[in-house]
């Protein structure tokens, strides 16, 4: 369990780079909903080399840290405990330091995803598509496994990534197609499309939208809306973007962190749209 909630404690996001992450305004803004003063979250610039000495020097008053890039994996070692969700993946986003000292890492990512669907009305399909084959990729396709009752087409850009992909598949226990990249307009037509890719790489797809689209959860939050997402809203579809994963994997960072349940979801995703918009 986290240090009692009174406590003043200390919190911050990880990665390399880190200017741009919208990790601080999230928890900040559920500290201030929860009444936390006492509470600060930070950024830090590090990278794995110096990963290992950045978490050795952490204190007493540490509750937590957010892990991004490329952090995920290079922490597991370092770690006491590691979640069943986290491990699936070889990847944790989120550490807990707990009162007797011992360091669990675990990954709100793939929960993030369920939950986002979820707010969406999304809580089954029967297939999917998903574009992309990075780290990104491997959670979605965790996040499918709780919900997919079908086959995933994973549109990769090489053998590689399509061997990749399909080794998740087998990890994850989920059945995993894969095709080219040349082929990604076919993706259009899933019940469910999850987009992982970086920004640009789906523009080229907007002009294949059809003409009655179903779900697109797109994680990119910043530029917003993609050109493949303004175009699928316009045709009436369902939309969840990467600012609704942001804020529901911190939820859950801010609830293991800090031990109050809920954390507070429309205070969180309010200060995220408020810090977008004053880009």
């Not at 990665?15 to 830090?44: C, K, M, N, Q």
């Not at 993946?89 to 369920?114: C, H, W």
């Not at 197609?177 to 797809?205: C, F, H, K, N, S």
């Not at 507070?264 to 004053?278: I, N, T, Y």
Request: proline share 6%; glycine share 8%.
């Amino acid at each position: 369990m986290p240090a009692r909630a009174t406590d003043a404690r200390r919190a911050a996001v990880l990665g390399s780079p880190i200017t741009h992450s919208l990790s601080p305004v999230l928890h900040r803004a559920a500290y201030r909903e929860l009444g936390l003063g006492d509470w600060t979250y930070d950024r830090f610039e590090v990278d794995e080399e110096a990963l290992p000495a950045f978490v050795e020097g952490l204190g007493p008053e540490w509750a937590g840290l957010s892990l991004t890039m490329p952090l995920k994996r290079a922490v597991m070692p370092l770690l006491d405990e590691i979640s069943e969700t986290a491990a699936s993946v070889e990847a944790v986003n989120t550490v807990v330091f707990t009162e007797d000292g011992r360091r669990v890492g675990d990954n709100t990512d793939i929960p993030g995803m369920v939950a986002a669907l979820r707010e969406r009305g999304i809580e089954q399909v029967d297939s999917a598509a998903v574009l992309g084959a990075g780290a990104t990729a491997s959670s979605a396709l965790a996040a499918l496994a709780r919900i997919c009752t079908g086959e995933v087409v994973a549109y990769v850009r090489s053998r590689e990534r399509a061997a990749e992909m399909r080794q998740w598949g087998e990890r994850l226990e989920i059945e995993v197609r894969t095709e080219d990249w040349a082929d990604a307009e076919r993706a259009l037509r899933a019940p469910l499309v999850i987009a992982t890719t970086p920004a640009g790489t789906t523009d080229a797809l907007a002009a294949a939208v059809p003409g009655r689209p179903t779900t697109l959860f797109d994680v990119l939050y910043d530029p917003w809306p993609t050109d493949l997402a303004a175009r699928w809203s316009a045709y009436g579809g369902a939309v969840v973007g990467g600012l609704d994963l942001l804020v529901h994997q911190a939820v859950l960072q801010v609830e293991r962190m800090t031990g109050r349940h809920p954390a507070p979801v429309d205070a969180m995703r309010k200060a995220g749209e408020h810090a977008l918009a004053s880009r």
